[in-house]
């Protein structure tokens, strides 16, 4: 494959991936709607388009065309920027993700990610400690208490919960001896060859502080409503405000597809009787099951009190998570 051959296999992959991720997000929010209203006995959205799918599209125009105010006490460049930083660690995720193994396009043979990176989960973590920055300066820049406050929550809790967070995936690494992401997958052989029946610990974990990181119910302590008003967007508007969101949704996906890829096998089929179903099919179908979990605990759990927030993962999940390394590290020892 020469140089020109890349380049095009390239762009290709980023403007479906980006254009696929777009559009889930778009989706999410839907999804989110109708399935919330499900679980309270109501309708949701159903008037734009059939059953309401055209609603995500009606969404999008009227954020782009609503007025954009802007706080007189905003910090310029930064009160712009922070959206985009927000919003750019949470792509850059998919970046080491694979979706499949190896296609033909063009008649050129190709692997299903982007980069097949040798250190894939020590990008992934890294890319998305990124995204602090963008609400914490979101907060700063705004020229609000409110959105100080709700930033420095937001950043107090996000820091806190990626100790855990690293530790969750310790076991799993001891055990796979590999950092990369499509060597993982590949390791992941059947039903009961996906890491997280060796590392069940290690996933609950892992999944609790990506909800918090992610900001999400019952953790979203950023965005507290009756404390906050909005929390660290409360003086966003127009498309700054959509990109506060499409991040979210986009770091939501993120996450169902990195514990897709590294417990529960990645692209491949579970059993060798549904080896029909196309590997980018069942890699959606098991992400997708991620995200219905996201909506289940929005419609379910109450939200949390700072208190009990900084309690829980400082005194549950780190000790449990540095358990879980110990046994394993303990166990691999002895095994050898």
């Not at 889930?24 to 919330?36: F, K, L, N, S, W």
């Not at 050129?108 to 602090?132: P, Q, W, Y």
């Amino acid at each position: 494959m020469d140089y020109l051959q890349f380049a095009l296999i390239s762009l290709i992959k980023v403007v479906t991936i980006v254009g696929v991720v777009l559009t889930g997000c778009a989706y999410m929010t839907y999804a989110e709607r109708r399935i919330v209203a499900l679980f309270q006995q109501r309708v949701g959205p159903n008037l734009a388009g059939p059953f309401g799918l055209l609603q995500p599209m009606a969404d999008a125009i009227k954020m782009i065309f609503k007025e954009d105010i802007r706080p007189a006490a905003a910090e310029g460049w930064f009160y712009n920027l922070a959206p985009v930083i927000t919003f750019i660690p949470a792509l850059l995720t998919f970046t080491v993700i694979p979706f499949g193994d190896t296609v033909t396009v063009f008649g050129i043979e190709t692997k299903l990610i982007l980069s097949d990176m040798n250190i894939g989960v020590l990008f992934f973590f890294a890319v998305t400690s990124l995204s602090v920055y963008g609400i914490l300066l979101a907060g700063w820049s705004s020229g609000s208490k409110y959105s100080l406050m709700g930033g420095l929550r937001a950043s107090a809790q996000m820091i806190s919960y990626e100790v855990a967070y690293g530790l969750s995936l310790v076991g799993v690494l001891l055990l796979a001896q590999t950092l990369s992401l499509q060597e993982l997958v590949h390791q992941q052989q059947g039903f009961w060859g996906m890491y997280v029946w060796k590392q069940p610990i290690g996933f609950m974990v892992f999944f609790i502080c990506a909800v918090a990181e992610t900001n999400r119910s019952p953790f979203d302590l950023a965005e507290a409503e009756s404390e906050l008003v909005a929390g660290f967007h409360t003086e966003y508007s127009s498309m700054r405000f959509g990109t506060f969101f499409i991040g979210e949704y986009a770091a939501m996906i993120g996450v169902g597809a990195i514990a897709t890829t590294i417990f529960f096998g990645g692209w491949q089929s579970p059993f060798e009787f549904l080896d029909f179903i196309p590997p980018v099919l069942w890699f959606a179908i098991k992400v997708s099951g991620f995200m219905f979990f996201y909506i289940w605990m929005r419609a379910t759990l109450p939200r949390f009190r700072y208190d009990q927030l900084m309690n829980f993962g400082w005194k549950m999940l780190f000790p449990i998570a540095l358990l879980n390394t110990m046994l394993t590290a303990g166990i691999r020892l002895w095994l050898k």
